[in-house]
């Protein structure tokens, strides 16, 4: 049985960072693209970046480029989300996701969520 | 990036057959490609992986699902409407905009 289970999550000010990660077990992890999605309160889901199984590759949306960092440790199975200057409006539940490497648009297995909020 | 547009919510009763829509552009939904994905997503829970490429179920989902796609329009079909239907639903397509993804903004699923 996979289980994807995130943590990290908290309240922040605006401008300060935080780490978040996903504990996968149940799958072979280096099968596995993973992303990061997150959902803000009352909203639909948004793509955050995606990590190759190796590493290598790393793809971001538009509005984290630049502050987030997608990273991957294949020997302790763990996805990590670093984030940088942090905003009000990337208050969000944060999932991470796994994608067959050969199908990477098939968000297949999901984690509950951490919730982030960017509040003074 | 602009999120693909799907109803707010969409109702039906039990034992009808529902459509909801997700409509995108010919950069992602009517790209010249099949990756299309739905996701249902009871409250308070994550994300369940529903339909992929635009019309196969992964194994375990019920055939009472099933997907479509025309132009940039991609839809989703629930038929013989039952109870546990009742969820948020979210579609999700890849972008040509450097190998990136978009979902929509999600549609609520009653069911009377």
């Known amino acids: 049985q996979v289980q994807l289970v995130e943590s990290g999550g908290g309240v922040v000010q605006p401008g300060r960072s935080l780490r978040l990660s996903c504990a996968a077990s149940?799958?072979?992890?280096?099968?596995?693209?993973m992303h990061w999605v997150r959902q803000a309160p009352g909203s639909g889901l948004e793509w955050v970046a995606v990590?190759?199984?190796?590493?290598?590759?790393?793809t971001y949306a538009d509005s984290v480029k630049g502050r987030f960092t997608i990273s991957r440790d294949n020997s302790k199975n763990t996805l990590f989300l670093h984030m940088d200057s942090l905003r009000p409006d990337d208050t969000a539940v944060f999932h991470c996701?796994?994608?067959?490497?050969?199908?990477?648009?098939?968000?297949?297995?999901w984690g509950q969520g951490t919730l982030v909020t960017v509040s003074s | 990036q602009s999120a693909l547009t799907q109803p707010a919510s969409v109702s039906g009763s039990p034992g009808q057959s529902i459509t909801i829509s997700c409509t995108g552009t010919?950069?992602?939904?009517?790209?010249?490609?099949?990756?299309v994905s739905w996701y249902q997503q009871h409250p308070g829970k994550a994300p369940k992986f529903i339909m992929y490429?635009?019309?196969i179920r992964p194994s375990g989902v019920s055939s009472r699902f099933s997907g479509s796609k025309s132009g940039n329009t991609a839809s989703l079909t629930i038929s013989g409407l039952q109870a546990e239907d009742e969820a948020d639903y979210h579609c999700?397509?890849?972008?040509?905009?450097?190998?990136?993804?978009?979902f929509g903004g999600g549609t609520k699923v009653s069911v009377l």
């Open positions: 010919s950069s992602d939904v009517g790209g010249g490609h099949n990756f």
């Open positions: 999700s397509s890849y972008t040509d905009s450097g190998g990136t993804y978009v």
């Open positions: 996701a796994g994608s067959r490497d050969s199908a990477w648009h098939n968000f297949e297995y």
């Open positions: 490429d635009v019309y």
């Open positions: 990590i190759s199984y190796d590493g290598r590759i790393k």
């Open positions: 149940g799958l072979t992890f280096t099968d596995y693209a």
